[in-house]
């Protein structure tokens, strides 16, 4: 007994996780519900037509009348589950109901009906252990229903039947009480169980898929997981998307940077590039990702080829709003990226190392022209240079101290 006490309490032990396993169980109890009640639909159905063929009209009437709120009860529920949100409250309103007609039925078969006022209620007990075998419910919520049907049974059992009959059923039905009131602890309990190792599981792999395609450092995706997407984009590209675009850029004489400042600096400079580089998403549906030492890439579709533009540009105005000192950078005080783009039509291509080479080679084309730009090339575009937001700065200021000089 005291073992049994101990278990009740998983269903207190850890909320969170209960009010999460009890979300998934739930789901399916409404898929069971709605079976349950069209089963119960059908089968009554059927014998109101026997019954009613054989002229037995009171009892036809019955069965029509468990038929026709079974079915109210099925369709009720499909028209719920189209829904995007159903409420705990509402599935066990649907699960009492369904138990309430479902015993009322067993026991008017067992008790009730005119050739059973002689025999065993064998049905009720087969009917009450079978209603715990459809759903997950909390054990309160189970042994509540099981107590309200066998009050229900057994004051019906002593006003109908002799003493004799009335004595068997009410015995049996304790103990079937009694059986019921085991599973329908036990089965939700092992289910509940099963979810929970499910939910760990599935937390576990979690975490080491995120360890094995999150940068440590930058926490921006890593190259693997950039393969992975690379791979998905030049295949499941949406019909409106015309080009895609893959982008490669790094950090403009990073090594120097590393060395004049230390290493700990530089994991600094990485990890506040790699934050403007993760805004890119939600500012412009840009996915990036950390590929190398200081590289990293860019993959985006573009409907208008004008827009790389604004890509670029938006790209070179935050980096050089972080206004990060580069003391050994000879094309501005601060940090600064070149950028090499490749733009391909969707559909064109399903191999990602071509692609990725060309826009690396865009990338040396970029740090060939200066460092500090983008370089833009395509298979049906001719190669052009954007220069950045910190370069045209940069220029501007010379212009003005030439110019104060003179």
């Known amino acids: 007994m005291l073992k049994i006490i101990n278990n009740w309490r998983f269903y207190t032990l850890g909320r969170e996780q209960y009010r999460e396993c009890m979300a998934k169980t739930f789901t399916s109890n409404l ?35 468990v038929a026709a709120i079974a079915a109210f009860l099925a369709f009720y529920t499909n028209y719920l589950m189209q829904k995007a949100d159903v409420n705990f409250r509402t599935i ?44 997950i419910n909390s054990p309160v919520y189970n042994f509540f229903l099981i ?21 068997i059923d009410v015995t049996n039905a304790l103990i079937t009480g009694l059986i019921s009131l085991y599973f329908s602890w036990l089965i939700p309990k092992l289910r509940m169980e099963l979810e929970l190792s499910a939910i760990m599981l599935e937390e576990e792999r979690n975490k080491y898929f995120d360890q094995s395609t999150i940068d440590e450092l930058t926490r921006m995706k890593n190259r693997r997981d950039y393969m992975i997407t690379f791979k998905r984009y030049l295949v499941n590209y949406r019909t409106t998307d015309d080009w895609i675009c893959v982008a490669i850029c790094d950090i403009d004489f990073f090594k120097f940077y590393n060395d004049h400042y ?8 990485l990890r506040a590039i790699g934050g403007v580089l993760d805004s890119l998403k939600e500012s412009l549906g840009v996915y990036t990702a950390r590929v190398g030492g200081e590289e990293f890439s860019l993959l985006w579709f573009e409907k208008d080829l004008s827009h790389i533009d604004t890509v670029a540009n938006h790209l070179s105005k ?44 865009a990338l040396y084309s970029a740090k060939g022209s200066g460092r500090n730009c ?3 090339t395509g298979s049906e575009i001719t190669e052009y240079k954007i220069t950045s937001v910190s370069a045209e700065e940069a220029q501007e200021s010379q212009d003005q101290k030439t110019g104060e000089i003179i």
């Open 31 to 65: 898929i069971r519900v709605r079976w349950a009640n069209l089963v119960l639909a059908i089968f009554a159905s059927l014998f109101s037509i026997i019954l009613f063929i054989q002229g037995n009209y009171s009892e036809t009437i019955v069965y029509i009348s």
């Open 92 to 135: 066990y309103v649907l699960i009492g109901l369904f138990y309430i007609n479902f015993m009322a039925f067993g026991i008017y078969i067992s008790v009730w009906s005119p050739s059973a006022h002689d025999s065993i209620a064998a049905i009720f007990y087969v009917f009450l252990i079978c209603a715990f075998l459809m759903f």
């Open 147 to 167: 107590l309200s049907a066998l009050i229900a049974f057994i004051i019906s059992v002593i006003v109908v039947k002799n003493p004799a009959n009335a004595f």
């Open 262 to 269: 230390g290493h700990p600096k530089g994991d600094d400079c």
């Open 318 to 361: 935050m980096i050089y709003d972080l206004r990060i000192p580069h003391e050994k950078s000879t094309v501005s005080p601060y940090v600064t990226l070149s950028m090499g783009v490749y733009v391909e039509r969707c559909g064109a291509s399903s191999d990602v190392k071509p692609l990725y080479n060309l826009a690396d080679k």
């Open 374 to 376: 983008t370089v833009v």
